[in-house]
């Protein structure tokens, strides 16, 4: 348990009152009867009210008439422990973390996040609905990743020469499956030996000689492990800009994917992410995969299979979890999972024609797994192009395959005005569903307008926009920018794996403490909001409906009956 906070006047509560006193929770002072009889006070009170109920009128949860007794009475729980916490936690002192308050950066705040109740018996628990934003290279935790790399034979790792203390810090592995013919010989030498000159290595050959002066096989750990994720430093200090952080960013991916591409580790990994996900109350799955690379490396590590042979292992999959799910009695607990086809923002014109005509032959042969199409990459980064560069191709896309809908990336960004930024014009204009990310989208009014009236769902991924420096902290966010105008928003992880915010539990707690306004019931509508407006068919989302639904009321009755 955490200590209870000692307030004294030397204390910092005036700077955290707003995340602890209600909006709306000013009344007349008790001793002042001259202020409660004064009709011009009443008059003003009134006028108050109204305005505070008219600008949030638009909001997702605005009619508290809809829900049931019990989810008003779990929101007020909710709002109770977070108002709590917002003393007992956040308005304490925490070693090596000076600064703490809620919604602050995430990777600093996760070992606070894990003792709070808010997270650990509320958020947790909640019944999360669709994950529709997650790329599948970027899905598992890294020890996780670490350790089936080490439990493989074939998985190879080598450096350009010796490590030292000095290279530890900018040396990045490569590590990769490689056929048994190419194993080195048994007495291989590790790679902190002065002899070591840059060959393969059997991977959990390196880990038990890594020099001990480097930490011995837990050094070999947090040395891989920093290559295949972004810690506090890599983020707030080493790479502190959105250009600098894809820079490393982009290095782990450079890392982790051959060890993901290769079939075994393949199938094991979206095994390990599925059922992860299905831990954290996520019941049905929208994977971003991407077929940029043309190939995946069979059990043999040197046979390349077609990509067709990805599809086999994602059907293969997340049938026998379904299957496992029904023996348990849990089907309400999956409704399945799709792929969203990506490719590289870095493609020609020509060669996107040919990933779309790839794409809709998966489509045809894959209906149940093919969702949707997108382009992906730094969509501020200087290889990448902007949509416009792709109008024509797509427009004839759309045309010929309305099945086959757009799920664009787009105003990844601070810019305004900028070719990022104006990827969501182009978005809009050529018919996407939803829009990932759509950081930028607040600074354009008439794009709102179209978002709410189309209905154009917003992929908000809380965390990297956090981690990736888009935003230092969640109440400054533009969230409730975008939720405040009536646009449905779908909460998402992004690249979990990288963030070390595996789930989707992580991502609302943040949403959830950085706003007075935000409670239970905004929480719950997102979670519906990511079944709604899901890329599944309208019958299997009526009985994902239904299901969530009932998850959704044994947890608010839960939620109910806590002492707050």
Wanted: charged share 25%; with cysteine; hydrophobic share 40%.
């Amino acid at each position: 348990m955490l200590p209870q906070a000692n307030i004294t006047e030397d204390s910092n509560m005036p700077q955290r009152e707003s995340f602890i006193k209600p909006l709306t929770s000013w009344k007349l002072p008790p001793s002042s009867s001259s202020l409660m009889s004064s009709p011009m006070l009443v008059d003003y009170l009134q006028r108050r009210e109204k305005l505070i109920t008219e600008d949030r009128a638009l909001r997702i949860d605005r009619v508290r008439a809809n829900y049931t007794a019990v989810e008003l009475k779990a929101d007020e729980v909710v709002r109770s422990i977070r108002a709590k916490e917002a003393i007992t936690v956040w308005g304490i002192n925490h070693e090596h973390i000076p600064h703490p308050y809620p919604g602050m950066e995430f990777l600093n705040a996760k070992e606070i996040i894990l003792q709070t109740d808010l997270y650990s018996k509320i958020v947790s628990k909640m019944p999360k609905g669709g994950l529709l934003h997650v790329h599948q290279n970027a899905s598992v935790e890294a020890r996780t990743l670490l350790d089936l790399a080490l439990g493989h034979p074939a998985i190879h790792i080598r450096v350009p020469g010796p490590l030292d203390t000095a290279s530890l810090e900018t040396v990045l592995p490569t590590i990769q499956p490689i056929p048994v013919e190419q194993y080195p010989a048994a007495d291989v030498i590790g790679i902190t030996d002065v002899l070591y000159t840059g060959g393969w290595v059997p991977m959990k050959k390196a880990r038990e000689l890594f020099d001990p002066a480097l930490g011995g096989p837990a050094g070999f750990d947090e040395w891989v492990l920093s290559a295949f994720m972004i810690n506090p430093s890599d983020a707030y200090n080493t790479y502190n800009t959105p250009m600098k952080i894809w820079l490393k960013f982009g290095s782990t991916f450079g890392v982790t994917d051959p060890i993901i591409r290769f079939v075994p580790i393949q199938k094991e990994y979206l095994r390990m992410f599925i059922r992860s996900s299905i831990d954290d109350g996520i019941s049905y799955i929208e994977v971003r995969t991407s077929f940029f690379k043309k190939y995946i490396l069979a059990e043999d590590a040197k046979t390349k299979l077609e990509l067709r042979e990805l599809l086999m292992i994602f059907r293969e999959v997340t049938n026998e979890i379904k299957a496992e799910m029904k023996a348990k009695g849990q089907e309400d607990d999956f409704a399945g999972l799709k792929i969203i086809y990506n490719t590289l923002r870095i493609v020609s014109p020509e060669e996107l024609e040919s990933e779309l005509e790839q794409c809709s032959r998966f489509k045809q042969e894959f209906p149940d797994l093919i969702a949707g199409f997108d382009l992906v990459g730094h969509e501020d980064g200087a290889e990448c192009k902007p949509l416009i560069d792709y109008a024509e191709p797509l427009l004839r896309f759309a045309k010929q395959h309305p099945d086959i809908p757009f799920i664009f990336h787009a105003g990844e960004t601070l810019g305004d005005g900028t070719a990022a930024d104006m990827n969501l014009y182009d978005a809009i204009l050529l018919g996407t569903k939803r829009i990932g990310h759509g950081f930028s989208l607040a600074k354009h009014p008439k794009l709102m307008q179209i978002c709410r009236e189309k209905k154009i769902a917003i992929e908000v991924c809380p965390i990297s926009n956090e981690v990736l420096r888009l935003t230092s902290a969640m109440p400054m966010h533009p969230l409730p920018i975008i939720m405040n105008q009536g646009i449905p928003v779908v909460l998402s992880s992004d690249d979990p794996a990288m963030f070390n915010s595996m789930g989707l539990s992580f991502d609302f707690f943040q949403v959830l403490v950085a706003s007075e306004v935000t409670g239970l019931l905004t929480l719950g509508q997102m979670a519906r909001d990511s079944i709604t407006y899901s890329m599944l068919d309208e019958r299997s989302k009526r009985t994902a409906m239904d299901a969530w639904e009932r998850q959704w009321a044994k947890f608010v009755e839960e939620v109910a009956a806590m002492d707050p």
